[in-house]
């Protein structure tokens, strides 16, 4: 299978082509059953979020877009005032579903925007527009992820020194299926083989990323039918992995990052940043300029989502593998320190400390 194939298998969401619902492949499902599934309802689509059906922030923001326009193509209102009103309260039930990711808040407020905009135009007019800005966002998606990959490729291109296959690791899943295509923290390589580099001249260490497993479920997945030479290892072999010399590089992808460069991403990144720093690795996080947070100050302002700790101790064994009652810790994500980071890959450009005044430059915020 050609990547090209391989993307247009594994679409992550698109909206169908009579506009009646939104098409998803069920993320929970792989890497064992490809299988897609429609959202209808506002219900059905907040589900998919908060279960993971669809999930990684760019995702998370394109379906969200989406179902803005869906859900407002409903609407029987005869002024704009009672259009918006539906509005708001689908907005604010979306903005409920999941609370790290900056790209579900920033989907919405650019929907919220573009009808406010537009208010002086027909209700149906105003309907199309969504769609219209909805669409938009997926595609800009696609510019956006390819952007990042073309900066990451330089970064790998420096990196290899020649018939050497370089080693890249990667955390939880920032891939095709967190986006609308090449991903952020594979964008790089998939950007690799479309110029020309071979699947063998990459070889990737995808964390297995616990609990919920999106790098060996999902990663793994995309990286094998892509070609990619690929590896899975647990969490708490990063370690033993680093110092063996196999790894040149690391690049993962991100929730949001506070104008000082701290950076949340899926629970465990922090620990790689932290042991990468010990052996001299270079780590980098890929990140579209809709993940900057120009309202968040530092990492200790972004809300950490808590999942249920059914997660750890029941959900992928077959009896449950922790005494019945225990307490538990399940945040699913967690704050990278801005000094851990040696760049912050961006579709306007490379951003390095002080990140602040890097953003400022690209006009990013
Ligand atoms: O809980 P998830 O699977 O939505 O977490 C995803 C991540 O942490 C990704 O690394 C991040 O959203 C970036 S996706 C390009």
């Not at 907005?91 to 905009?117: C, E, G, I, Q």
Request: net charge negative; proline share 3%; with cysteine.
């Amino acid at each position: 299978m050609t990547v090209e194939e391989f993307f247009e298998e594994v679409i992550t969401v698109k909206m169908t082509h009579e506009r009646d619902a939104i098409d998803i492949i069920d993320q929970t499902l792989l890497p064992g059953t490809i299988k897609r599934i429609t959202l209808k309802t506002r219900e059905e689509i907040w589900e998919a979020i908060k279960k993971l059906r669809v999930r990684g922030a760019p995702a998370i923001g394109v379906t969200a877009a989406y179902a803005m326009a869906l859900l407002a193509s409903k609407y029987e209102a005869e002024d704009f005032e009672a259009f918006y009103g539906k509005f708001s309260e689908d907005k604010d039930y979306l903005a409920s579903s999941r609370p790290t990711a900056v790209n579900l808040f920033w989907a919405l407020d650019r929907m919220d925007r573009t009808a406010k905009d537009n208010k002086n135009k027909l209700i149906n007019e105003l309907k199309d527009i969504l769609f219209a800005e909805a669409q938009k966002i997926r595609d800009e998606d696609v510019q956006i992820s390819r952007n990042i990959g073309e900066i990451g490729f330089g970064i790998l291109k420096d990196l290899k020194k020649d018939g050497q296959t370089i080693g890249i690791e990667t955390h939880c899943n920032a891939g095709t299926l967190a986006t609308a295509k090449y991903g952020t923290a594979t964008a790089p390589m998939y950007i690799a083989l479309e110029h020309g580099w071979k699947g063998s001249d990459m070889h990737v260490y995808c964390d297995e990323t616990r609990p919920l497993l999106q790098g060996s479920r999902l990663t793994a997945f995309e990286l094998m039918r892509s070609g990619i030479e690929t590896t899975v290892q647990c969490d708490n072999m990063a370690s033993i992995l680093q110092k063996s010399g196999k790894i040149d590089v690391i690049f993962v992808g991100c929730d949001r990052v506070a104008r000082n460069g701290d950076a949340a991403n899926k629970i465990g990144t922090s620990g790689l940043a932290i042991i990468a720093k010990h052996y001299g690795i270079p780590f980098y996080v890929c990140a579209p300029s809709s993940t900057i947070d120009a309202g968040t100050a530092t990492g200790a302002e972004i809300p950490i989502e808590m999942r249920d700790g059914e997660e750890i101790t029941d959900m992928w064994y077959s009896e449950p593998m922790a005494p019945k009652g225990v307490e538990t810790f399940n945040p699913a994500f967690d704050v990278t320190d801005h000094d851990l980071i040696t760049g912050i890959i961006t579709e306007k450009g490379l951003c390095q400390a002080p990140y602040e005044e890097a953003f400022k430059q690209l006009g990013i915020i």
